[in-house]
T-cell receptor, first 113, second 114 residues
């Protein structure tokens, strides 16, 4: 069983398009995250939701909008895609306690042409 | 603001040998948690080991162990008996009790030579 799944795994699109990445976790966790990993492998947090409430919102262009319909899902919608948005986007989840690890999805490689 | 620094962009180790990856962090908090994650070429991030700051004993998981020096704010990862499957990017991460946020270092690419 896949703990944290993301769709799609690969996404190739043209500049200016709007796209969404979906994330689902079946671990019963209450917190979910979106990270962006650039070409130099730097992992930067973008957003986090706890029990469907936005709790972390880093300095991210407002073209990026997360949506959490329920605790098990956290989707990322990106408007007006730019070349610089090309990266691998990771979804992750964790459960409450601060000692608890994050479980990561397989990543979505987004390529903007 | 908390920061995590991994000063070694790349390391190499011979198979069966031991290697140590460095991580330092900066925080004014006294209670926090530290993690090492592994990212193999498959991209999947996997937890390797974790340490609670209030525990003086260094964490150990099979061939993986840490050297946690709280006063020096240092959290290095030692991999013993290195295997080809250990080749990956390794990320050090920090989380304190006041936030849901994990802060990651820039990563160290480990190559294992046969």
């Amino acid at each position: 069983d896949t703990a944290v799944s993301q769709t799609p795994k690969y996404l190739v699109t043209q500049m200016g398009n709007d796209k969404s990445i979906k994330c689902e976790q079946n671990l019963g966790h209450d917190t979910m995250y979106w990270y962006k990993q650039d070409s130099k492998k730097f992992l930067k947090i973008m957003f986090s939701y706890n029990n469907k409430e936005l709790i972390i919102n880093e300095t991210v262009p407002n073209r990026f909008s997360p949506k959490s319909p329920d605790k098990a899902h956290l989707n990322l919608h990106i408007n007006s895609l730019e070349l610089g948005d090309s990266a691998v986007y990771f979804c992750a989840s964790s459960q409450g306690g601060f000692y608890n690890e994050q479980f990561f999805g397989p990543g979505t490689r987004l390529t903007v042409l | 603001a908390q920061t995590v620094t991994q000063s070694q962009p790349e390391m190499s180790v011979q198979e069966a040998e031991t290697v140590t990856l460095s991580c330092t962090y900066d925080t004014s908090e006294s209670d926090y948690y530290l993690f090492w994650y592994k990212q193999p070429p498959s991209r999947q991030m996997i937890l390797v080991i974790r340490q609670e700051a209030y525990k003086q004993q260094n964490a150990t998981e099979n061939r993986f162990s840490v050297n946690f020096q709280k006063a020096a704010k240092s959290f290095s990862l030692k991999i013993s008996d290195s295997q080809l499957g250990d080749a990956a990017m390794y990320f050090c991460a920090y989380r304190d009790t006041g936030t849901y946020k994990y802060i990651f270092g820039t990563g160290t690419r480990l190559k294992v030579l046969a």
